[in-house]
């Protein structure tokens, strides 16, 4: 096990609690039904289960699959490839996955630039794509003979014209700069609070309002390209009802599972490390006391940063379920 500072708090798996924790996860051997997938672990790796999935039980499926790069995951290895070569690992799951989907399924795939038009090239096969996020990833390594890479897209498609799409669920609050102000004095599009001025604004397809997680934010893990709860969760509150069966077949800590769990979605995953699968499974049950997502708060995304001065007003009121971490944002 890792050392950890004093005030680091990332997810820690005791050696104590890994067989339990695996334990939470199951595998497939045969065809099974959507009941037996409900809010479950699989683990195993994808290929050899994916023909036991059962057909059109997927809402929603949030793919985040490797990346075309050369990258450890546990005890496996990514090996990058040729262009060629990454297309046809993508279609030999993708092809098997479309029959999974519902006709109203939506369906949305990270990626990094290098492989973005990739990415592009196997889904505009299969699906209808909508639109194209990039989000800033502000943990980008810096380079002495490039530009420093700190954004990641995600492809949104969907299976027909008839899908599920909530914007007013995935407005973003802004702080107001220069607020304008109607010719009574009452404020014009933004509201006036305590702790400063805000606007609710629509949704874009550029965000740059995620934390990736750090050492000081209890959603940490040890996975090395863990995604934000945050980010996660703008996808499954856009594209998904309460209830609905939202799908990750790479689900690596878990984050889309957790969320889901959070957000009131049914959930399966699929992940073929064991390390990961003890992750996720301890995310889980800490998220039946925690419901808190980072920078989303009173029904509203928070932009980055916005809630420093509001530290005081933490202090000073009971944190009501799913403000926890609020601050750290």
């Known amino acids: 096990m890792k050392e950890r500072a004093p005030r680091n708090r990332t ?10 924790l695996l334990g939470e996860s199951i595998r497939l051997s045969a065809s099974c039904s959507i009941e037996q997938l ?87 096969k299969h699906l209808i794509i909508r639109n194209r996020i990039t989000w800033e990833r502000e943990k980008g390594r810096g380079a002495l003979s490039n530009w420093k890479n700190c954004s990641e897209d995600i492809w949104f498609g969907t299976v027909s014209d008839v899908y599920h799409f909530d914007v007013e669920a995935v407005k973003l609050k802004r702080k107001v700069i220069a607020p304008y102000r109607h010719a009574s004095g009452q404020p014009k599009d933004w509201e006036e609070t305590d702790i400063g001025n805000y606007r609710l604004t629509h949704p874009s397809n550029l965000w740059t309002d995620i934390t990736i997680p750090f050492w000081s934010m209890p959603e940490n893990t040890d996975h090395p390209t863990q995604k934000p709860e945050k980010l996660i969760a ?23 599972c957790v969320v889901a769990k ?55 009121i009971a944190k009501p379920l799913g403000t926890a971490g609020l601050f750290d944002d």
């Open 234 to 256: 703008k996808l499954i509150l856009a594209s998904s009802k309460p209830s609905d069966f939202v799908f990750d077949p790479f689900f690596g800590s878990g984050t889309t």
């Open 11 to 20: 997810l820690t798996v005791h050696d104590e609690e890994k067989a339990a």
């Open 262 to 316: 959070k957000l009131n979605r049914k959930y399966c995953g699929v992940e073929q490390e064991a390390e990961y699968c003890q992750i996720a499974a301890k995310r889980l049950e800490l998220a039946e006391s925690d419901t808190s997502i980072q920078g989303y708060h009173d029904g509203h995304f928070w932009e980055r940063n916005s809630l420093v001065d509001q530290k005081q007003v933490k202090l000073s």
């Open 38 to 124: 409900e809010n479950k672990l699989v683990h195993q790796d994808l290929f050899e289960c994916l023909d036991f999935l059962p057909r059109n039980f997927i809402d929603l499926a949030i793919i985040d699959p490797p990346y075309n790069l050369n990258k450890m995951f546990g005890a496996n290895k990514f090996v990058k490839g040729s262009e060629t070569a990454y297309e046809g690992w993508l279609e030999s799951w993708v092809t098997k996955l479309m029959p999974c989907l519902k006709t109203t399924s939506s369906v949305y795939v990270c990626c990094d630039w290098a492989s973005s038009k990739t990415v592009h090239n196997v889904l505009e």
